[in-house]
């Protein structure tokens, strides 16, 4: 039993690394666009700072969990 939860952790581990790396590049992504344009739209802005608030929840668990990509 033990060790069954252990697979699951180690996968929900990796899923949430995943994750993050997904996320990054979707803020990194909306972060580009919305330098490059002339007039950013109001929905653009809102989608932005969701995608952050989104990597910095996932970042703060990442830490309570203690994983690490490296």
């Known amino acids: 039993m033990f060790r069954k939860r ?5 996968v929900m581990d990796q899923e949430l690394l995943q994750t993050i790396y997904h996320l990054k590049n979707e ?16 929905r653009g802005l809102c989608d932005l700072a969701v995608a952050k608030a989104k990597y910095f ?4 668990e990442a830490k309570r969990r203690k994983i690490s990509a490296v």
């Open 27 to 42: 803020w990194a992504n909306l972060e580009d666009i919305m330098g490059r344009s002339i007039e950013p739209t109001e």
């Open 57 to 60: 929840y996932l970042i703060r």
């Open 6 to 10: 252990k697979v699951k952790k180690e």
